[in-house]
């Protein structure tokens, strides 16, 4: 490996990047069943009317990531 100035952090980096290899490609196939799971989640969560899906996940995700209001 080769040396870089810990002022670059190119070292850490490449250590966390390393930590993720797998032998003979195996990130490949890791990268695509999660994509394969992800889109079914999508498809799931988005069936039936598009307009009324798409406002009923917002207004989930809204309420679980905005503070309650102390009023």
């Given at each position: 490996m080769p040396s870089y100035a810990a002022v670059n952090r190119l070292g850490a980096l490449r250590?966390?990047?390393d930590i993720f290899q797998t032998f003979e490609g195996d990130n490949t196939v890791l990268l695509q069943q999660v994509t394969a799971l992800l889109l079914k989640e999508y498809r799931t969560q988005f069936q039936g009317a598009?307009?009324?899906?798409?406002?009923?996940?917002?207004?989930?995700?809204?309420?679980s990531t905005l503070p309650n209001n102390p009023l």
């Open positions: 250590s966390d990047h598009p307009l009324s899906s798409t406002l009923h996940f917002l207004g989930q995700w809204l309420g």
